[in-house]
């Protein structure tokens, strides 16, 4: 935080604060998560089971767009995967140029 100019100066404690905060966020976020993988007698906690709780709750509001890439869980037990953006069927991937056995001369 210091290091941002735009930030200034930061009081000692500050980062304390905050750090606990961060503390209590995940700890409440992972604990609803662990409720939910309990309820369907799982000893993992998915990224699926995480979007349900984000979803479920007006509390973690802020989370939902991020959440929102997450797939559902019908699509992930298919073993289905979303493709990137940047991926496309029509054009295949450019094949890097190895520069190998290339050495530079010594001057």
Same mark, same amino acid.
Do not use: C, Y
């Given at each position: ?15 304390? +604060? ?6 209590? /966020? ?35 509001? /802020?989370?939902?767009?991020?959440? $929102? ?14 493709? +990137?953006? $940047? ?18 001369? +010594?001057?």
């Amino acid at each position: 935080m210091q290091a941002d100019e735009e930030v200034g100066k930061v009081a000692q404690q500050t980062p304390i +604060a905050v750090g606990k905060a961060l503390e209590m /966020f995940m700890i409440a976020l992972v604990r609803k998560s662990a409720d939910v993988a309990k309820e369907k007698n799982s000893k993992r906690v998915t990224a699926q089971m995480l979007k349900h709780v984000v979803e479920s709750d007006d509390q973690w509001d /802020f989370l939902r767009e991020i959440v $929102s890439k997450v797939e559902n869980e019908d699509r992930a037990a298919k073993g289905g995967k979303p493709k +990137a953006e $940047s991926e496309s069927e029509e054009e295949p991937p450019e094949k890097k140029k190895s520069k190998a056995g290339r050495k530079k001369k +010594a001057a």
